[in-house]
C-alpha cells in the first residue's frame, strides 16, 4: 500500500503545532534540510491516521510484518543518540522511501528517511512523544515510546 498525501494540504512549518522544534533555537537543521520536513494540515492529519490507525493494530502486523526487539531510543548523551541511529539506519537500508510521522490525530509530517535518522532526537522527545513513523509505500513502520524504547515492523 502506497500512502499518498494531498500536496494542497502541506502548511507552513511556521504554522504546525510542532513546527517550534525545527527553528534555529532548538535544532541544527540547515534551512535547506527544512524545507524537506514538510508539514501536513490538521485536516490531512486526520485522514492520514485512519491509515495509519490500521497498521497500529498488532493483529494486522503479525501476518504481514516481522517485528524488531524493543531498543534502546536513548538521547541522554552522543553515542547513545549514535547507537540508537546506526540500529535504525541498519534495519532500514533496505527502503528508500520518505516517511510519514504521526504523534496525534492532528500532527503529522512527511519528511525523507535521511532527515529523520539524521535528526531523530528532533523528531522524538522522550518523555511525552509517542509516534508512529510509517514509510510511505509501508514497508516498514517504526513505534517510539516516551519513555525511550522504540521497535520496528518490517515488511516479510
Known sequence: MNIKIDIREI?????????WRFDKTHSDISASERELIQALS???SKRLN??????ENENYLKDKYSETDW???????????????NQLELILKPWNE???ISWQRKTVLKTTKEI????WTDFLYAGSDDVTITSEKTNWI???????VANVWTLK
Open 71 to 85: 531498543m534502546s531510543a536513548n538521547s541522554e548523551n552522543q553515542e547513545k543518540v549514535e547507537r540508537f541511529r
Open 11 to 19: 502548511i507552513p512549518l511556521e504554522d504546525f503545532e510542532l513546527g
Open 142 to 148: 517504526l513505534f517510539y515510546k516516551h519513555f525511550e
Open 116 to 119: 529523520f535518522l539524521k535528526y
Open 98 to 100: 520518505d516517511i510519514l
Open 50 to 55: 485512519k491509515i495509519i490507525d490500521f497498521f
Open 42 to 44: 490538521e485536516d490531512e
